[in-house]
DNA sequence: TTATTAATTTATAATTGTTACAAATAGTGT
DNA sequence: ACACTATTTGTAACAATTATAAATTAATAA
């Protein structure tokens, strides 16, 4: 699917609830759906300075939350770094690299049974699950390597 | 094994390491091991505040970081909520309440099939992977029905 | 045991991501 | 155009964590 399609059926999804379309909700939404790589709510606000001087941090926080709660975005929490958001559009994971903090998607197919394992294990009733791999990524095992000469 | 015996092995590992035994990190450990509920670095300085009235949170922190780069404590981030720390013993995963924050460890067998499948896809080094599943324990359950009535 | 030395603790200040709040602004329906 | 409510903005507050420097202490060897 397109990113215009993408665009177009979260500002569906904006009006569907009756979150008012603003045009710093149009610009964050088409910079997450834009954005390969997962930003933190302040690479969102510098990213958008030039179209918008006069917006505040809070309003980049107040529309994830709000985007979150409707279901368009998935905030990846750690720790006390920064949050970075994730436009949701099929299920994926995350491989994240220690080193230098990038993220890559990657598809798996069917962890449900994990959540019915879990669920019949544990009595709880599951929502969802969340699963990430961390590791080194190529460029910085060039670098590593590199290094070690 | 019992946490008397996963007491001692921690001490050796320090030892071994070259990591000297304090009384406040004796007592830190003593307290992870023995604790079910996987501490926030405050429930740890709080259990421990009757037994050291002058340990500086800060004590507390350092010690848990020196742990974690040891590989005696994990550490569970998340968002601006504290971390948690939990005392490595065998593989396991963690279910979460999302209503009271309940963490229940679980195990599940072999996941490492998805570190093969993510290192292959995406050509990173593999290091580890996370694995959190999300839902409502019985208790909130029980709860939340309660208030439905 | 004691003296030495480097690691550790402590107390406090600073940092950072995030949220709360109140006033100003801008859409929306009448 | 008017009134009403959602939203934005700017700022202050907050909480978890870390940095720093001075005081203390554990491990080691004489």
């Known amino acids: 699917m397109s990113d215009e399609m993408h665009l177009k059926d979260a500002l569906d999804t904006l009006k569907t609830t009756g979150v008012r379309i603003t045009p710093q909700r149009h610009a964050i939404l088409e910079y997450l759906i834009n954005s390969m ?20 941090v809070a309003t980049v926080y107040n529309n ?57 294990v544990t009595g709880f009733q599951v929502n969802s699950h969340r699963l990430e791999v961390y590791g080194t990524c190529p460029e910085c095992m060039a670098g590593e390597s590199k290094k070690a000469l």
Request: aromatic residues 12%.
């Open 64 to 120: 994830l939350r709000v985007f979150r709660e409707v279901g368009l975005v998935k905030e990846l929490t750690y720790g006390d770094a920064a949050s970075r958001f994730d436009f949701v559009t099929n299920d994926h994971y995350h491989m994240i690299c220690e080193c230098c903090g990038k993220i890559v998607d990657f598809h798996y197919p069917g962890l449900n049974e994990v959540e019915q394992f879990a669920s019949h």
């Open 37 to 56: 790589i997962h930003p933190t709510a302040d690479d969102i606000y510098k990213a958008l300075e030039d179209k918008f001087p006069n917006m505040s």
